[in-house]
Nanobody
Framework: QLAESGGGSVQTGGSLTLSCRASGVTYLHYQMAWFRQVPGKEREGVAARAMAGSTNYADSVKGRFTASLDVGKDTLTLAMNNLKAEDSGTYYC???????????????????WGQGTPVTVHS
């Protein structure tokens, strides 16, 4: 129900844009997020965007990544600029109900997940 696209390989300092289209997500108010994971490490939250417009980012990507949500198309995009080697990993899209006060970067709060799209940043 979540289809990601846009991953790939890019040089350090380059840019990529990821997209995630949701289908069948029926929450009245929902939130979508991007997580990333590298082998041997836990999945970490990168950015989240709620229908109401609030946006959250991991400290490591603030100022470089921008999350946008097209509510009409149920599509979340992540524009990634000035990419660094440490941004490499598999990026997963997630969706779940919006909950006031809930931790945006906690994976268990998102029932829906995409299959993941790889991002490789090389020198």
């Amino acid at each position: 129900q979540l289809a990601e696209s846009g991953g790939g390989s890019v040089q350090t300092g380059g840019s990529l844009t990821l997209s995630c289209r949701a289908s069948g997500v029926t929450y009245l108010h929902y939130q979508m997020a991007w997580f990333r994971q590298v082998p041997g490490k836990e999945r970490e939250g990168v950015a989240a965007r709620a229908m109401a417009g609030s946006t959250n980012y991991a400290d490591s990507v603030k100022g470089r990544f921008t999350a946008s949500l097209d509510v009409g198309k149920d599509t979340l995009t992540l524009a990634m600029n000035n990419l660094k080697a440490e941004d490499s990993g598999t990026y997963y899209c997630a969706a779940g109900p919006w909950e006031a006060g809930a931790s945006w970067h906690s994976p268990p709060r998102y029932p829906y997940w995409g299959q993941g799209t790889p991002v490789t940043v090389h020198s």
